[in-house]
């Protein structure tokens, strides 16, 4: 069956099952063979009886019998070559050349015939010549056909390997060679021979050669026999062999001399045996002639049909190519364009016209024609290119993205001839992808770099994504949320609401807001505001939960002014109305004092009453100083001299058992203030500092040139970012406890016994720094003692002293890694901030415990900024000689609200160790980064 195209034609095609010798025999070829043999065996019988009657001899009967059997015999010999050229069966060579050697037999039989050619015969025959070329030639047939029966198997036995034309001229040679060396044998050594024929009759020894000679033949005929399977030359073969049996019976058994009917009649067997084979192959020879002309025929109109068909396809084809939306282009192995469609000329700008017959390269960019080079050489090698994406150039010279889909081009023999390539401009695509990357790219940075905590979660509440920021929130990294339900992370008391709004925006609330608390890694509460959307095509909820840690503090702080202010303004009402009724009493208890000065008694109570006046006034004085409406005489002054003299006036007062220990700096910026209420507030902090410390102790006087920066004034509402001058006084006392810090500086609070103070003191300094336009601040640490802050404004109008000019040197910054330590959440995320902005990576722990777990985990880590006094088992010294056993190349710097010298003095630091005391500015905080980690 062929197979063409999309087409299907019947055609029988020549196989190996087509040749005669491997066409298996049918009951038909074996029935027509019997009748022969059949028709034979009656014919022999009959002959027999007259073999022997003598006939008029008739040489031309010798020379025409002789030479019909030659032709026939090359004929057959031929036509059996030529199935041996395409089976390549050692079993047909060996036929072949039995036919071959049959046809030279019978020529050199005719030729040394005596009375035939001469009287004796050509060649130097004798008188026994012809006799032995009949026993030669009658018994080496036989011989063949015994090879071919034995070497041919179902699939026609072993076959020659390389070219048939060797073997063919090899046993042409021989036959030749053989024949020659036979007929040398019984002419020129004919005397050397028995004798088998004297004076006509055949002698005893004849006898035996000719019973010989019929046993081969005999035998050739049982082995074709016994060799299954029969193909069609096998089944007329054993017809040959039988009809030669006859031959040699009737010419040369049961005759009696040459010219008999025996004689004649074999002869006749043998003529039929050479022509039965010769005569089946021409049968088959007309019957594939026949079957080749009807295949023929039927092929030209299967090529009339194909011809049809594939113009139409043809047709189809082209009106495909052409209405493609895909630029179809086919060029040649060197690139030379030889097809270009309607949509290349309108994706390209060419016209087909413009574009055949010209090089590729008209649409490549200079920087691309080595791919193009490149792409044709894997053609050329018979590979295809699928989906490459590459650039091409339009005509008005505009770059287009294109795919490219390449595949080799070959002729009708299968050679590749060039180039088929389909087109498809993707530039639109690239520009959607590009615009879809950068979005994408957007929001990922929005989500990694975003303050606020983004989450997303399914339906179920567990978490999808969780941005980096949860980190600097929660405490948390992504990965301990992601996969976890957020009822494990949400207080308790606010899962209800949260599941209510996220149920609400299921059923279709664009957005929500509402406040919902989380625990912090540590273990605090940590209250959100959070924005939330329910997302229906991916099934999603997602949420932007802002930290309201820094804003409550900072409402916490203003509110705390706003109590402090109200307190004021309450109490310089009671103050200047007290102050009035006190008027008129030391008004009038002079009078009352003449009036009864000759009396002691009266004198005495009158005494007692201007004594519990002038009591009054002072106690008016210091509300009045909270209230911030005292009457105050501001002047320049240097506050290192206020503080010297101060410290001479507290030695007295303090006793022996305190020592004071002032750590001026030098270039100290001057203060416009009143001198005497600074003395004053000086010698109340160290009243208060000498309470505290009931068995003695230190206190420093301390004074600073410091810059409160918008980071400072920011997380402390009453604080004008600026230049201060700070004096500070620590003690190392007993410490106040958190819970009572705020409120120090309220009026009449005080934690002495009764009679042991008003409360006035610190809230008179708290109204008269306030009053200054300054600003005051308490850092203390029970069991560690405490450390009070003023900070005065720095008188204007002076030169920028070096101090200043080293402060503000340019901000320098760096990329290594810290780890900060602060236990004050709010303090912490201040550092964290502006550590980041100079460029640092910034990790943060909450208290030691955490640090040193950080440490261990993380190897790179630079420097370790911790603050010194935090609760729990380990401060932050103790940490650094931890984490300085565990790491010892690892550097640190301290921070403190204490100040350096206080926290030398006390002895928690040896000297030369780094310390940064709070409050700092950015550029200070900058400058300590560098030293600590240049150290």
């Excluded at 929660?474 to 949320?481: K, N």
């Excluded at 320049?636 to 503080?643: C, R, T």
Aim: with cysteine; glycine share 8%.
């Amino acid at each position: 069956m062929l197979r063409t195209g999309m087409q299907e034609m019947n055609v029988p095609l020549i196989d190996r099952s087509t040749f005669l010798s491997t066409l298996p025999a049918t009951s038909g070829d074996r029935t027509a063979a019997l009748w022969i043999v059949g028709v034979s065996s009656i014919l022999f019988a009959l002959a027999v009886p007259f073999a022997g009657i003598p006939l008029p001899p008739v040489p031309a009967f010798v020379a025409s019998y002789q030479s019909a059997l030659a032709v026939s015999d090359i004929i057959t010999a031929v036509l059996l070559l030529s199935q041996f050229s395409v089976l390549r069966t050692r079993a047909l060579l060996w036929l072949s050349t039995g036919y071959l050697f049959t046809a030279a037999a019978a020529l050199v039989h005719a030729l040394t015939f005596p009375g035939l050619f001469a009287p004796t015969g050509l060649i130097g025959a004798g008188s026994q010549t012809t006799v032995w070329l009949y026993m030669i030639w009658h018994g080496g047939f036989p011989l063949f056909v015994l090879g071919y029966a034995w070497l041919k198997e179902k699939d026609g036995g072993p076959r020659i390997r390389g070219a048939t034309s060797g073997p063919i001229y090899a046993i042409v040679l021989g036959v030749f060679a053989a024949t020659g060396a036979f007929t040398w044998i019984v002419t020129a050594q004919h005397d050397l021979l028995p004798v088998l024929l004297r004076d006509g009759r055949y002698t005893p020894t004849m006898i035996g050669v000719v019973s010989f000679v019929w046993s081969l033949s005999f035998a050739a005929l049982v082995s074709l026999w016994f060799r299954r399977p029969h193909s069609v030359i096998d089944v007329w073969l054993m017809v040959v062999m039988c009809a030669w049996l006859f031959d040699i019976a009737l010419s040369a058994v049961v005759n009696i001399a040459r010219f008999d009917l025996g004689f004649y009649a074999g002869r006749l067997y043998g003529l039929c045996a050479s022509s039965v084979v010769l005569a089946v192959l021409l049968i088959e020879n007309v019957r594939l002639q026949a079957r080749t002309v009807g295949l023929v025929g039927r092929l030209r109109e299967q090529s009339a049909s194909d011809r049809d068909f594939y113009g139409k396809r043809l047709a189809l084809y082209g009106a495909v190519v052409e209405s493609s939306n895909d630029a179809i282009i086919t060029k040649t192995l060197d690139g030379i364009i030889t097809g270009w469609n309607k949509a290349a000329e309108h994706l390209f700008g060419y016209s087909a016209a413009e574009a055949l017959g010209r090089s590729i390269d008209i649409i490549v960019p200079p920087e691309r024609k080595g791919e193009v080079r490149s792409i044709l050489n894997r053609i050329a090698g018979n590979e295809s290119i699928a989906q490459h994406e590459t650039v091409r150039i339009r005509k008005d010279g505009r770059a287009i993205n294109v795919v490219l889909n390449v595949s080799p081009l070959k002729s009708y023999n299968g050679e590749i001839i060039g180039a088929s390539k389909i087109a498809h401009d993707i530039t639109e695509e690239k520009q959607a992808q590009e615009k879809l990357r950068r979005e994408i790219e957007e929001r990922q940075r929005i989500f990694e770099t975003s303050l606020d905590l983004i989450l997303v979660t399914d339906g179920f509440g567990n978490f999808i994504q969780v941005s980096p920021s949860v980190k600097d929130i929660l405490g948390f990294s992504p990965e301990d949320m992601i996969g976890h339900s957020a009822t494990e992370f949400i207080h308790p008391d606010d899962l209800d609401k949260t599941r209510e709004e996220m149920r609400a925006a299921r059923r279709g609330a664009v957005k929500r807001s509402f406040e919902a608390r989380y625990y912090h890694y540590d273990g605090h509460e940590v209250t959100l505001n959070w924005m939330g959307t329910w997302s229906e095509p991916v099934k999603r909820h997602f949420f932007i939960g802002r930290d309201l840690t820094e804003k409550q503090a900072a409402e916490a702080q203003f509110r705390q002014v706003q109590k402090m202010d109200s307190i004021g303004q309450l109490t310089g009402g009671v103050a200047h109305d007290f102050n009035n009724v006190l008027t008129v009493i030391t008004g009038t208890i002079g009078i009352l004092a003449d009036a009864v000065a000759d009396r002691p008694e009266l004198a005495a109570i009158t005494k007692l009453i201007d004594d519990a006046a002038e009591r009054g006034a002072q106690l008016t004085k210091h509300l009045l100083a909270f209230a911030r409406k005292q009457p105050l005489q501001p002047r320049e002054i240097d506050v290192n001299a206020l503080a010297l003299e101060a410290a001479k006036l507290l030695h007295p007062t303090l006793g022996e058992q305190i020592t004071i220990m002032p750590q001026l700096t030098e270039d100290a910026w001057p203060t416009l203030v009143d001198p005497g209420q600074l003395s004053t507030a000086i010698l109340n902090l160290a009243l208060n500092a000498r309470d505290a410390m009931p068995d003695g102790g230190t206190l420093v006087l301390e004074t600073r040139n410091i810059f409160l920066d918008d980071g400072y004034a920011s997380m402390n509402p009453d604080v004008v970012a600026g230049n201060y001058v700070m004096i500070a006084v620590s003690d190392t006392g007993s410490g106040i406890p958190p819970d009572l810090i705020d409120r120090v500086f309220d009026p009449f609070f005080t934690t002495k016994e009764v009679g042991k103070g008003t409360g006035l003191g610190l809230s008179m300094v708290f109204g008269f720094v306030k009053q200054s336009g300054g600003h005051i601040k308490i850092y203390s640490e029970v069991g560690h003692g405490t450390s009070v802050k003023i900070y005065l404004p720095r008188s204007t109008g002076v030169q920028e002293t070096e101090y200043e000019v080293l402060q503000n040197v340019p901000i320098t910054g760096g990329n290594e890694r810290i780890l900060i330590v602060e236990d004050d959440a709010l303090v912490r995320q201040y550092v964290v901030t502006q550590i980041r902005s100079l460029g640092y990576t910034a990790l943060e722990a909450a208290n030691g415990a955490e640090a040193l777990t950080i440490i261990d985990s993380d190897k790179a880590i630079d420097l370790l900024f911790t603050d010194i006094i935090m609760p729990g088992n380990m401060n932050g010294r103790q940490l650094a000689d931890e984490a300085a056993r565990r790491r010892p190349d690892l550097k640190t710097l301290f921070t403190s609200g204490y100040t350096e010298n206080a926290i030398v003095h006390h002895g928690r630091l040896d000297s030369g160790v780094l310390l940064l005391a709070k409050p700092y500015r950015k550029s200070e905080l900058a400058k300590m980064l560098r030293t600590a980690l240049a150290s």
